[in-house]
C-alpha cells in the first residue's frame, strides 16, 4: 500500500465541463504536489501545497486550482475542461526519502 | 531552467541480460536524483536516489550513481528479469520554498524484457 489513495480512478467528462480530483495522505504527510501525465511523457508539475497554502505552481494556467484540507486531504480542480487535458494525474505526499505517489486519476475529455 | 534527458525507448533485453538506461540532467545548484518506476497500470514508485555527488544509490539490484562532472545518473542492473517490465523515469528536484521541491522528469524509458 503507498499511503496515498485517490479517486476516482478513471473519469469522462465534455469540453467545457469542470472536474474535482481528490487524494487522501498519510497523517503528518504536510506537502502534496500534483502532476500531470500525458500519454507516454513524463508527468509534468501542477502545483504544491505545503500546510493548505499554494508553495509553487507550475506552467499551468489558472483554470487548475487546487485545495488541501487539514485533515491531510486535497483536491484539484480543473475548470474549463479542453481535450488536451485528458492525462493521468497523480498525487504525491512528503515522505522519508521522498514523495509517495498514489496511482492516479485518468481523465479523458470528449 | 533544469532539465532531464533520457535515452528513448523502448529497450528491449532478453532475460539475465545487463540494462542500462542513460539519463543525463542540467541544472542549477545541487539537485538530489531520482529513478522512478512505473509498472502498467500503477502510479510511480521510488526505485533509488542520489543526493549529492558520487553518492551511489541501489535498490532491488539496481543502481546509479550521481555524476557531477557528466551531469549523468545512469541506471544499471546486472542481470534483468521479466517483472523488471516497466517504465523507468529519471527525475531531479528543483527546490521550492520552505525546503520542499519538486520533481522536473525524464519522458520515461520503456524496457521490455523477454523470457
Known sequence: ?110 | GNSVTQMEGPVTLSEEAFLTINCTYTATGYPSLFWYVQYPGEGLQLLLKATKADDKGSNKGFEATYRKETTSFHLEKGSVQVSDSAVYFCALSDALMDSNYQLIWGAGTKLIIKP
Not at chain 1, 8 to 15: M, S
Not at chain 1, 23 to 40: D, E, F, I, K, R
Not at chain 1, 73 to 90: I, K
Open chain 1, 1 to 110: 500500500e503507498t499511503g496515498v489513495t485517490q479517486s476516482p480512478t478513471h473519469l469522462i467528462k465534455t469540453r467545457g465541463q469542470q472536474v474535482t480530483l481528490r487524494c487522501s495522505s498519510q497523517s503528518g504527510h504536510n506537502t502534496v504536489s500534483w502532476y500531470q501525465q500525458a500519454l507516454g511523457q513524463g508527468p509534468q508539475f501542477i502545483f504544491q501545497y505545503y500546510r493548505e497554502e499554494e508553495n509553487g505552481r507550475g506552467n499551468f494556467p489558472p483554470r487548475f486550482s487546487g485545495l488541501q484540507f487539514p485533515n491531510y486531504s486535497s483536491e484539484l480542480n480543473v475548470n474549463a475542461l479542453e481535450l488536451d487535458d485528458s492525462a493521468l494525474y497523480l498525487c504525491a505526499s512528503s515522505s522519508v526519502g521522498g514523495y509517495t505517489f498514489g496511482s492516479g486519476t485518468r481523465l479523458t475529455v470528449v
